[in-house]
C-alpha cells in the first residue's frame, strides 16, 4: 500500500528529542510512504515513490497531514466505575489530598475494582480503548493499580494483555501495586511496602516467566508521595524491581516535591512522571539522564490547578519531554492525544511541533519502544494517521474536536471517522 499525496509528512525520524531538539518534525512536502507486511518499507515525496513503485495499491491522503500514530505513555485504563461525585466535591472547595486522606480517591475505586472479574476488568475498558483509538492513539501505557492486593493487582495485568491481544490498540503494561497504601495497611505502610517487596514483586516475577515468558517484563511503578509512598519506600520498590529485572517508572512531584525525578534518574526509570512540583536538582538530573520526563498536563487540568510540569527548564536541561494524558477516574479522563498537546502548547508554552515530537517519538521512548514505534521510518510499525486537515499546527489550535480522519495499526486501517 503506497500512501501517497500528504500535503505535510510528518516522519519524526532521526529518534528520541532531547532539549533544543525538541519539535523536529522531519516535515516532506508532497510526502509518501510505502507500507507492506504492517511494516514501512519506503518514505519519500509522492513523485520519487510514485515512479518507484509504479503497481503498488495506492491510497491517496488527498493533500492532508499525514503522521505516526500517537503513543499515550501513562494511562490508567483498568478501572471500574466513576467517581463523578468527587469532582463535585472538589469543585465545591475540596482537594484531591483530602479526599484522599478520608479514605476516598484511588481508593474509591479501588473498592469497586478490586473483586471485579477478567471479563468485568475487560469488559470496562474496552469502550475506552476504543475512544484513545477513534482518537489516533496506536499504543498506550496501562497500568494496574486499583486492587492494591496480589490477586486483584494479577487480574489487572491480565485485563490489560487480554486487551491487547484484541486489538487493534496495542497496550504496554505497568505493574502499579505501589499506587496507593490499601485501607488494611492504613495504620501501617512499611507493612504493605515490605509485602509489596517480599512477596507481591517476586509473584508477578515467576506469573510473568509462566504464563508470558515471551513477552517483554512488565514496567513496575510508584507513586512516591505524601499520603502515598514516602522517597524511601519508592526507593525499596524500585531497587527491588530493579534487582528482579523489571523496568522502572515513577509517579513524582505530583503534589509535593520528594525528589521521586531524581530518584528515577538515578536509578536509571525509563520515565518520570508528573514533575509539577520537582527542584531544580530534579530537573538537572533528568537533564543528564535517559529517563524521559513526562508531563501529564491534563492532570492538574483536570484539578483545576494553575501550576504545571516545568517544560521550559526541562528542555533547557537537555531533557526529553514526552507528554501522557494520565487517564484515570479520579484527575484526569482523558481518551485524547489531541486534547493533550492542545493543552501542552498553552499551559507548558510548547510549539505544536514540540508537542507532536513529545507524542510521537519521545511518548515512545517514555515506554521503552522508539525502536519500532513513534515516527516513520523504514523497518518500524505501519501504525499511522491520516489528519482531515492540511497544517499539523491545527492539532494544537483546534482543541475539543477530533481530527484524525484514518487509523492505521500495522499496515491495516482500524478507524475511518468522518472528516
Ligand atoms: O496519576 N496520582 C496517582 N494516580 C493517578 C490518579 C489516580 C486516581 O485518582 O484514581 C494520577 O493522577
Ligand atoms: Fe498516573
Given at each position: 500500500m503506497l500512501i501517497y499525496n500528504a500535503k505535510q509528512l510528518l516522519t519524526l525520524a532521526g529518534g528520541p528529542q532531547r532539549g533544543k531538539h525538541l519539535g523536529e518534525l522531519g516535515l516532506i512536502p508532497d510526502g509518501a510512504v510505502l507500507v507492506r507486511d504492517g511494516l514501512i518499507k519506503a518514505v519519500g515525496t509522492t513523485p520519487e515513490l510514485l515512479e518507484r513503485y509504479p503497481h503498488e495499491k495506492r491510497f491517496d491522503a488527498e493533500s492532508r497531514v499525514v503522521m505516526?500514530?500517537?503513543?499515550?505513555?501513562?494511562t490508567h485504563l483498568i478501572f471500574i466505575g466513576n467517581r463523578a461525585f468527587e469532582f463535585e466535591?472538589?469543585?465545591?472547595?475540596?482537594s484531591y489530598q483530602e479526599i484522599m486522606a478520608a479514605g476516598g480517591g484511588i481508593l474509591n475505586t479501588v473498592r469497586l475494582t478490586r473483586d471485579a472479574s477478567l471479563d468485568e476488568?475487560?469488559?470496562?475498558?474496552?469502550?475506552?480503548?476504543?475512544?484513545?483509538?477513534?482518537?489516533?492513539?496506536?499504543?498506550?501505557?496501562?497500568?494496574?493499580?486499583?486492587?492494591?492486593?496480589?490477586?486483584s493487582e494479577l487480574l489487572q495485568l491480565q485485563a490489560i494483555l487480554k486487551l491487547d491481544e484484541e486489538g487493534p490498540l496495542e497496550l504496554v503494561p505497568t505493574y502499579l501495586a505501589a499506587h496507593a497504601i490499601p485501607l488494611e495497611y492504613k495504620l501501617n505502610p512499611q507493612g504493605y511496602t515490605d509485602l509489596l517487596v517480599e512477596e507481591m514483586l517476586p509473584g508477578v516475577l515467576l506469573w510473568w516467566q509462566r504464563n508470558v515468558p515471551q513477552r517483554p517484563l512488565p514496567f513496575v511503578d510508584v507513586f512516591c508521595e505524601v499520603g502515598a509512598f514516602s522517597f524511601e519506600q519508592s526507593q525499596q520498590i524500585l531497587r527491588k524491581a530493579k534487582e528482579l529485572g523489571f523496568p522502572l517508572k515513577i509517579h513524582a512531584d505530583e503534589f509535593e516535591n520528594l525528589s521521586g525525578a531524581s530518584l528515577a534518574a538515578r536509578m536509571g526509570a525509563v520515565s518520570a512522571d508528573?514533575?509539577?512540583?520537582?527542584s531544580s536538582a530534579d530537573i538537572q538530573a533528568l537533564g543528564i539522564s535517559d529517563t524521559v520526563a513526562v508531563s501529564l498536563t491534563p492532570t492538574p487540568f483536570g484539578l483545576g490547578h494553575t501550576e504545571y510540569a516545568p517544560a521550559k527548564k526541562i528542555l533547557a536541561a537537555n531533557g526529553l519531554l514526552a507528554i501522557a494524558s494520565d487517564l484515570n477516574p479520579g484527575t484526569a479522563w482523558c481518551e485524547s492525544m489531541q486534547f493533550v498537546i492542545a493543552l501542552s502548547c498553552r499551559y507548558l508554552?510548547?510549539?505544536v511541533a514540540q508537542a507532536i515530537a513529545a507524542a510521537t517519538i519521545n511518548a515512545a521512548a517514555a515506554i521503552g519502544r522508539a525502536d519500532r514505534i513513534g515516527s516513520l521510518e523504514i523497518g518500524k510499525q505501519a501504525d499511522i494517521l491520516v489528519l482531515s486537515v492540511d497544517d499539523y499546527r491545527n492539532l494544537g489550535y483546534k482543541f475539543g474536536g477530533n481530527q484524525v480522519w484514518r487509523v492505521m495499526k500495522r499496515g491495516k486501517w482500524v478507524v475511518e471517522n468522518q472528516r
Open positions: 505516526p500514530g500517537f503513543v499515550d505513555p501513562h466535591m472538589r469543585l465545591e472547595g475540596r476488568l475487560v469488559n470496562a475498558a474496552r469502550p475506552r480503548v476504543q475512544g484513545m483509538l477513534q482518537h489516533g492513539t496506536t499504543t498506550a501505557e496501562a497500568k494496574t493499580g486499583y486492587g492494591l492486593e496480589e490477586s508528573h514533575l509539577v512540583k520537582s508554552k510548547i510549539t
